[in-house]
């Protein structure tokens, strides 16, 4: 591996704001500024716009030379009189930048200042969330911004303080719309449909439909008032067991409310403990229509066990996303000889060593985690996998080993249809297992077909072929 420690090469993870606007965009109502120069804001719309296949609106306070010297204080809040102006949001999400950061300036105070200047009443929430990019990640800046949001609707006095027996769940990380509605279902068909508090979500605001009609800003995104009622609920889930979910903690430790965090729901055993402990919350037994769904991803894991059983994957992303994809593919059968996680986190190493231990102990694995594509390239010549399951960044790696990718995670940007991919849920490890084991055929029937056409001929099966049991 290449023994560098000065510099990245094809960075992995996104920067914080990235993960502030991912956060926010799952609010109602909400626009985010982000304080710096142009091309960040430029940079994460595009991005967005070509993962989601939507339009990304960002605010950018245009910082130039004479504020980088002077500071931007006067270009923050032109920046967020303007958003006022052509959007009209209740709330402003505002993020630092690179810039920013480096020259120290005090959004907290720039933003009070502006308040006080232009009279901003109470209706109008302008929430600072300081990130500095040349640290941590999109996952971090994510995590940080939902922690301002609670912080921001809770501890504002003018809400009801009423005991709503309700049920907070916070995300840790980034899922697709598709995924945010299969979550919302099974809260639905467990706990019920006006039992729960989904934060943020995105189900709506990164997925809209077309109307005809072009609206500034996308409807959807959780409730200003759920937000603010989250201080009453009953219990708090954390999605996520990677990260410290500082939402989750600041429920806890300010409003007492119990706490405690879950994988995400991918694959058999992950969407078990997920079901089970809702409808326990729920005083339920499980819904016979997810029984029904553990079924037949039961039926569909015997289906393709003896395709996938033995093929050397590398999976890489975000931690979470990692972590569940690795269950799967470890239930599966499979054997994923490299596990990437694009950002480090408190405990993925330690949740992904134990999965291996539980479900395949001899599995050899290699774990690693804060890596760039340079360091994973190597990584990936030297265990040699059959696949890749992660995100599009990786394909030209795939490319050069010869191996297909399967696309998983953020960002896919050349594919359309991320906004749409199931992963969550029974239904959604069916649909990853029918892909993964479909792309096995094709190259499988790539490899027949060239030994079809010269019958005479003798082609071996290589180390690559995908049925370990024939070589
Ligand atoms: S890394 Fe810094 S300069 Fe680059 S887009 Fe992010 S905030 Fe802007």
Same mark, same amino acid.
Do not use: W
């Given at each position: 591996m290449t023994e560098r420690n000065y510099t990245t090469v094809n960075?992995?993870?996104?920067?914080?704001?990235?993960?502030?606007?991912?956060?926010?965009?799952?609010?109602?109502?909400?626009?985010?500024?982000?304080?710096?120069?142009?091309?960040?804001?430029?940079?994460?719309?595009?991005?967005? #716009?070509?993962?989601?296949?939507?339009?990304?609106?960002?605010?950018?306070?245009?910082?130039?030379?004479?504020?980088?010297?002077?500071?931007?204080?006067?270009?923050?809040?032109?920046?967020?009189?303007?958003?006022?102006?052509?959007?009209?949001?209740?709330?402003?999400?505002?993020?630092?930048?690179?810039?920013?950061?480096?020259?120290?300036? @005090?959004?907290?105070?720039?933003? #009070?200042?502006?308040?006080?200047?232009?009279?901003?009443?109470?209706?109008?929430?302008?929430?600072?969330?300081?990130?500095?990019?040349?640290?941590?990640?999109?996952?971090?800046?994510?995590?940080?911004?939902?922690?301002?949001?609670?912080?921001?609707?809770?501890?504002?006095?003018?809400?009801?303080?009423?005991?709503?027996?309700?049920?907070?769940?916070?995300?840790?990380?980034?899922?697709?719309?598709?995924?945010?509605?299969?979550?919302?279902?099974?809260?639905?068909?467990?706990?019920?449909?006006?039992?729960?508090?989904?934060?943020?979500?995105?189900?709506?605001?990164?997925?809209?439909?077309?109307?005809?009609?072009?609206?500034?800003?996308?409807?959807?995104?959780?409730?200003?008032? @759920?937000?603010?009622?989250?201080?009453?609920?009953?219990?708090?889930?954390?999605?996520?067991?990677?990260? @410290?979910?500082?939402?989750?903690?600041?429920?806890?430790?300010?409003?007492?409310?119990? #706490?405690?965090?879950?994988?995400?729901?991918?694959?058999?055993?992950y969407t078990d403990r997920v079901l089970a402990t809702l409808s326990k919350i729920a005083g339920i037994d499980i819904p016979e229509a997810y029984q029904k769904e553990r079924g037949r991803l039961i039926d569909a894991m015997v289906d393709s066990h003896k395709y996938v059983y033995g093929t050397k994957v590398a999976i890489y992303g975000d931690p979470n996303n990692v972590l569940g994809m690795l269950s799967l593919a470890l239930e599966n059968g499979m054997h994923p000889i490299l596990v990437v996680a694009s950002s480090k986190s408190p405990r993925f190493a330690e949740y992904a060593m134990e999965r291996v231990k539980q479900v395949k102990p001899d599995c050899d694995v290699t774990i690693l985690e804060d890596v760039d594509f340079d360091t994973f390239n190597d990584a990936v010549k030297k265990a040699k996998p059959q696949m890749l399951i992660g995100n599009s960044n990786g394909k030209y790696i795939a490319k050069e080993m010869g191996i297909p990718l399967v696309r998983f995670g953020f960002p896919i940007h050349d594919r359309v249809g991320a906004q749409r991919i199931l992963s969550l849920g029974y239904r959604g490890a069916m649909i990853m297992l029918d892909k993964i084991t479909n792309t096995i055929l094709e190259v499988e029937d790539a490899r027949l077909e060239a030994k079809w056409a010269e019958p005479e001929s003798y082609v071996p099966l290589g180390e690559n072929s995908f049925h370990p049991a024939e070589a």
């Open positions: 960075p992995c993870i996104m920067c914080q704001p990235m993960g502030s606007v991912m956060a926010f965009k799952g609010i109602e109502n909400s626009m985010m500024l982000l304080h710096g120069s142009q091309g960040c804001s430029t940079y994460m719309r595009l991005h967005l #716009a070509h993962h989601f296949r939507e339009p990304v609106d960002i605010g950018s306070s245009s910082l130039s030379e004479k504020g980088a010297v002077y500071g931007g204080s006067e270009n923050l809040k032109k920046g967020l009189k303007n958003l006022i102006l052509r959007y009209n949001p209740e709330v402003i999400g505002v993020s630092t930048t690179c810039l920013a950061e480096t020259i120290g300036d @005090d959004i907290r105070r720039i933003i #009070a200042e502006f308040r006080e200047e232009e009279c901003i009443g109470n209706e109008r929430i302008i929430i600072p969330v300081p990130t500095p990019s040349y640290e941590e990640s999109h996952n971090s800046g994510y995590i940080k911004a939902v922690e301002a949001i609670v912080k921001e609707f809770t501890m504002d006095d003018s809400g009801k303080n009423i005991f709503n027996n309700k049920l907070n769940i916070v995300l840790s990380e980034n899922i697709s719309p598709e995924d945010t509605r299969e979550m919302k279902q099974i809260l639905s068909n467990t706990v019920g449909s006006n039992s729960y508090i989904l934060l943020p979500d995105i189900s709506e605001t990164f997925d809209a439909p077309m109307t005809g009609e072009l609206q500034k800003i996308t409807p959807g995104g959780t409730k200003h008032s @759920d937000i603010a009622d989250m201080k009453n609920s009953a219990a708090t889930i954390g999605m996520g067991i990677t990260n @410290d979910n500082r939402a989750v903690s600041f429920l806890e430790q300010t409003f007492e409310i119990p #706490a405690q965090n879950l994988p995400l729901p991918i694959g058999l055993e």
